[in-house]
């Protein structure tokens, strides 16, 4: 009983973190997105230069593919477990960051339309766009988190940042805009990283082209139709990892499912069977007891008393498992804390659901054997003993 109570908190806490997870805000608008990986390889296109335009030439023959509403690159697609380019940062007007505690930022190369087409939302300032040419002004846009770090309690809006790599000289850039945190990688859900988003024509990174597409319709039919622009432009020019929004979020998501449906369907396997111990316990003790309740009865006991009777033996050995089952949920909550997204290791709502099921479980497995006392004919239990 104890076992299975364990299990069963643990599988509700499990249940509801998921249903938690899969309503988490991500920060943009997975649905109609169509996303997709391409590596631009150096032996063709060695100079930056060549990238830019093959990334603008590919960009704008897509925009123009029926249904599709928008376009645009990035050197990491959010949600996807892969690479991540971190940047050091350094603040103008701040002291260059300690080696030893450096604030790091996630680093991505966007094009024009991108953060349009992936649907942030945009806090304050504007948002990348074909103004953000090499020979502009050096731009970026930051999240809030970057913001909350950079600048805590200041507009952001204006000020300078810069990337920090060793004797590099990087350019200062100026934030033009700040969005809301976009979660970029589910598999640590809990944290909002700093990101900042930089126009890849200003910067000269070798960068891969991973495309998100926003459609009106089915994103997975403009499949073949990019397939085709890309034919056009080079037909050498491979790519993969085609699949929607949705997809990648469900592939990120696997693991979490597979442990909620295994942990419920061990919770419900431990159920089944405390019930069914609970009543060949409850079962036995009846068929030990049948003089005894013969006895009652005839000395004038009321057959609710004898109900009584019988269930509250059951219920008293269901909550002593209750209870053992309990504490072992508090000792073991900080192990649920890891494993847990937006709900505590000692949510109560949950508690109590299943403390309420666990009773009403309880109170069946004990209900067949009772029924079986209240149909002893004490005559024929005293004669038999």
């Known amino acids: 009983i104890a076992v299975a109570m364990t299990l069963l908190v643990a599988g509700g806490l499990m249940l509801r973190s998921f249903n938690r997870l899969q309503h988490v805000d991500l920060g943009f608008r997975p649905d109609h997105v169509l ?5 631009l390889p150096v032996s ?27 376009a645009g690159t990035t050197t990491n697609i959010p949600l996807e477990r892969e690479i991540a380019y971190d940047s050091v940062f350094e603040v103008a007007g701040r ?19 991108y953060l349009k087409t992936l649907g942030v939302t945009l806090i304050k300032g504007r948002l990348i766009d074909d103004r953000d040419r090499a020979d502009r002004l050096p731009v970026v846009v930051i999240s809030e988190e970057l ?13 300078r940042i810069k990337r920090v790599r060793g004797d590099q000289n ?23 990283r700093p990101v900042w988003y930089v126009p890849y024509a200003q910067s000269e990174n070798n960068f891969p082209l991973n495309l998100v597409l926003r459609t009106s319709g089915d994103p997975a039919s403009a499949t073949s139709a990019i397939r085709e622009v890309l034919h056009e432009i080079d037909p050498d020019q491979p790519i993969s990892n085609v699949m929607t929004m949705n997809e990648n979020l469900s592939g990120v998501l696997v693991t979490e ?18 019930a069914l111990g609970l009543y060949g316990v409850m079962a036995y003790s009846v068929s030990q007891r049948t003089a005894e309740i013969g006895l009652r009865v005839a000395l004038g006991a009321q057959r609710t008393h004898v109900l009584k009777l019988i269930l509250g033996q059951g219920l008293k050995l269901a ?7 309990l504490t072992a949920v508090w000792c073991l909550t900080r192990l649920l804390a890891n494993l847990l997204f937006g709900v505590s290791a000692t949510d109560p709502t949950t508690i109590v659901s299943i403390l309420l099921l666990f009773t009403g479980v309880a109170l069946l497995a004990c209900l067949l054997p009772a029924r079986r ?3 002893v004919d004490p005559i024929q239990a005293l004669r038999t003993e």
């Open 95 to 113: 002291p260059r960051p300690n080696p030893n505690d450096v604030p790091i930022t996630s680093h991505r190369l966007v094009s024009p339309d």
């Open 319 to 325: 909550l002593l498992g209750v209870a053992i089952g």
């Open 35 to 39: 996303t997709l990986k391409m590596v």
């Open 170 to 192: 990087f350019p200062w850039m100026t934030v033009i805009g700040v969005i809301k945190d976009v979660k970029e990688d589910l598999f640590n859900y809990r944290i909002n």
């Open 44 to 70: 063709k296109y060695s100079e930056y230069r060549q990238r830019v335009a093959f990334a603008d030439q590919f960009l704008e023959r897509v925009k123009n593919l029926p249904g599709v509403i928008s």
């Open 147 to 159: 913001a909350r770090q950079a600048w805590p309690g200041e507009e952001p809006l204006g000020k």
């Open 373 to 375: 006392a209240l149909a």
């Open 257 to 274: 499912r597979f442990g909620a449906i295994l942990m419920s369907l061990l919770a419900a396997s431990g159920l089944l069977l405390a």
